[in-house]
């Protein structure tokens, strides 16, 4: 009795590790950039899909060079969901030329981007150019186009590059969203219907999170908040608030940038620097001594993108002067 038992106990394991390979491998494989984007494609794909992302945590989407092992997992990848930031200008090409039967979707190319100041003393006489679509679609966030000047240097880009950081703008994840389901149903018509559920649904999410950050910030438009990367410009626009960058074109601060940024913060009544784990905290660390303030975590490239949001908003609210 005992071995009848047995024999049909493992007769179930089985099945089900038959069952469960086979729904991995009609999973569609999929690259992404950065890690936000993961959460974006799991969003829409579900079970249909199976993510991998190029720019592991703790790593620069600047300066990243992919891994053999990732090269050789690409080559099997159905689709590569490209973002705009600047690994991508020298990798993309590399990535197509080692997969050529592989689509590559740029999530960013419905968005109009802000080009990138060199200091934040230029924000005085800043450009008011929106950032959104390129073209009416049927997004209703498209209204909630955001006006502002562009904050300073991006990593290695040179003055005037655009800012690429269009993952942290809920209205803008809303364009990449669609882009995400309508290259889902290109290549996997048969759940078309799956993946636009899917989409609007975390199109409501976005929705609501977008809302709930308006109400935050309500009453509070035009204060500043200090940050070692520029990376929350585009959120900064969709707010009403101000990023005041501490790095310009992706390096440190010479002394008499510095002394600057201590007096404006000390001006400005700013007493928290908020900096992310990607990069040095040398500069911040100076400035929130010299300001008798703190150095406080804000990471763009967290993986649960809601929750990280409502977080650092949370943050933000609390250290605007």
């Not at 199109?203 to 520029?230: N, W």
Request: aromatic share 10%; with cysteine; hydrophobic share 40%.
């Amino acid at each position: 009795m005992i071995r009848l038992i047995m024999r049909i106990f493992f007769t179930c394991a089985l099945f089900f590790i038959f069952i469960g390979s086979g729904d991995a491998a009609e999973r569609i494989p999929v690259f992404v950039s950065i890690v936000p984007q993961k959460f974006f494609v799991q969003q829409i794909g579900k079970d249909l899909v199976s993510v991998q992302v190029m720019v592991q945590p703790g790593a620069s989407p600047a300066t990243y060079e992919p891994k053999p092992k990732q090269m050789a997992a690409l080559s099997k990848a159905a689709i590569y969901f490209s973002i705009g930031v600047p690994f991508e200008n020298a990798w993309l090409s590399k990535f197509s030329a080692a997969n050529p039967g592989m689509t590559v979707v740029a999530t960013d190319h419905d968005i109009k981007k802000l080009p990138m100041a060199t200091h934040h003393h230029d924000e005085e006489h800043g450009n008011h150019e929106a950032a959104g679509p390129h073209h009416e679609a049927d997004h209703d966030h498209d209204k909630d186009a955001h006006h502002s000047e562009e904050e300073p240097g991006e990593d290695h880009h040179a003055h005037g590059a655009l800012d690429p950081h269009v993952w942290l703008s809920p209205p803008l994840v809303k364009i990449q969203a669609h882009s995400i389901m309508t290259a889902l149903q290109t290549i996997d018509p048969a759940h078309g219907s799956i993946y636009a559920e899917n989409y609007r649904h975390f199109a409501s999410t976005i929705d609501e999170l977008d809302t709930q950050l308006k109400q935050t910030f309500a009453g509070r438009q035009g204060l500043q908040f200090m940050v070692f990367h520029p990376a929350w410009g585009y959120f900064a626009h969709a707010y009403g608030l101000q990023q005041v960058p501490i790095e310009i074109e992706g390096k440190d601060p010479k002394p008499a940038q510095l002394q600057r940024l201590i007096e404006h913060a000390r001006e400005s009544k700013i007493n928290v620097i908020f900096v992310q784990p990607q990069f040095s905290t040398k500069s911040a660390g100076q400035i929130a001594e010299a300001i008798h303030g703190q150095v406080l975590p804000a990471d763009p490239l967290a993986e649960d993108w809601t929750g990280n949001l409502r977080m650092v908003a949370e943050k933000f609210k609390a250290a605007l002067r």
